[in-house]
């Protein structure tokens, strides 16, 4: 069996919260109401829209909850094609443990919460497209921590539940992990603090980007 790293993008991969804390208010402005803090927003980045904010505003009907994901979708789009958004870098020393990674033979993957189209700018605006065999987003599953994306990659990748590890930096990632059987690994560089993530059932937890390799070859 292949052996399988899967990565979360926002908070894992690229700092993208400016521009998301950004297109919640304004979707939230747009239906009148006070937008949350941005603390909350972060706190729900990694999972798909229709929930995330459904989290934030859990009084609202579920109709309000769709139509307020539709007005985020166009939020960000408008700050896309005005040139508005902020950069979304990638966390330091990701690059370089992808490049490690793929020496070492791994294949590459990504399971998030964005939609193909967000996805496949990020990973185009850095140059790694090609260093994904399987990109799986919220536009074809049901949202993190529900295992079909991680399910969906390892069977594109030729991959097993042992030979698999999803990264990311919520606890979200980390319930889909277990969820799937495959090893949780968290990253203290993101949305979620390393306690939540440990509770959420993380195998370990590393502190930066070029402890990855290390870590995963340790499985």
Not at 74 to 79: L, T
Not at 98 to 115: D, F, H, P, Q, Y
Not at 134 to 158: F, N, V, W, Y
């Amino acid at each position: 069996m292949n052996r399988l790293a899967l990565f979360d993008c926002d908070g894992t991969l690229v700092d993208s919260q400016a521009n998301i804390c950004r297109a919640m208010e304004e979707c939230f402005a747009i239906s009148k109401l006070d937008p949350p803090p941005r603390e909350a927003i972060r706190r729900i980045v990694g999972l798909s829209l229709v929930p995330a904010i459904a989290q934030l505003l859990p009084e609202a009907e579920a109709r309000q909850h769709e139509t307020m994901a539709e007005d985020y979708k166009r939020a960000f789009h408008a700050m896309r094609h005005s040139g508005g958004l902020d950069p979304e870098p990638l966390f330091d020393g990701v690059a370089e443990a992808i490049e490690t990674l793929a020496a070492n033979g791994w294949m590459l993957g990504v399971a998030t919460g964005k939609s193909d189209r967000g996805l496949g700018l990020i990973l185009a605006h850095h140059g790694l497209t090609h260093r994904f065999v399987t990109l799986q987003t919220a536009d074809r599953h049901p949202s993190k921590p529900h295992p079909s994306m991680i399910e969906t990659a390892m069977a594109e990748a030729g991959a097993a539940p042992g030979t698999t590890a999803m990264i990311g930096d919520t606890s979200f990632d980390m319930a889909m992990a277990r969820a799937a059987g495959v090893h949780a690994i968290g990253v203290a560089w993101g949305y979620h603090t390393m306690h939540e993530l440990r509770d959420a059932g993380a195998h370990h937890v590393v502190a930066h980007a070029t402890a990855l390799p290390a870590q995963l070859e340790a499985l």
